[in-house]
């Protein structure tokens, strides 16, 4: 299976490599990944030693559930979900179903990749705004920041169709059927 790893022989700090496939342990399932989001701490983990050679970079990650939990918690196989998991640079990933969701049909799994990291660092740093604060933005409440909105406007709930489309750059895909390098 190939896979984006830490070598730090590579001039980046990170080269694509083949890898075992993962193996689930309890409370986690297998994800055929479809995209994966490349965040800044992915490219720091991969040259700050954090990690070991060899460990598959990656975090945010969308797919295909394609093996169960083996105690049957989480999604079912053929569920499409959003995770955070240890090692998504790769064509599959296990995942905690404690650290997954559902994505939905109207969702693009695209656009869910970049909800793991990148959606909860954008969230983040909006509760850190005046007049956002916990009782809005923290709450998986928003306000529109583009229209304008003042404090007071009604909030709004955050769902992954309104990301600005700018933000799609962020997922790439994951699999050498599309696209990845050999």
């Not at 700090?13 to 689930?24: L, M, N, Y």
């Not at 990690?51 to 999604?75: F, K, T, Y």
């Not at 179903?97 to 959606?119: E, Y």
């Amino acid at each position: 299976m190939r896979a984006i790893v830490v070598d730090p022989s590579s001039r980046l700090g990170f080269d694509f490599a083949d890898v075992g496939e993962p193996q689930a342990a309890e409370g986690q399932l297998l994800v055929d990944v479809s995209h994966a989001s490349l965040n800044r701490g992915d490219v720091n983990d991969a040259r700050s030693g954090r990690l070991a050679p060899g460990a598959v970079l990656g975090s945010g990650v969308s797919g295909v559930v394609v093996q169960m939990a083996a105690d049957e918690s989480g999604p079912p196989n053929g569920t499409r979900v959003v995770a955070v998991v240890s090692g998504a640079f790769a064509e599959r990933c296990a995942a905690p179903v404690t650290a997954l969701a559902p994505v939905p049909p109207n969702v693009d799994l695209a656009d869910a990749a970049a909800l793991p990291v990148a959606g909860l660092a954008a969230i983040s740093r909006l509760c850190a705004l005046p007049g956002w604060g916990p009782a809005s933005a923290c709450s998986s409440q928003a306000r529109p920041a583009a229209s304008g909105a003042s404090p007071s406007s009604s909030p709004r709930t955050v769902e992954p169709t309104s990301l600005p489309r700018s933000a799609h750059w962020a997922a790439v895909p994951a699999s050498p059927r599309r696209g990845l390098p050999r």
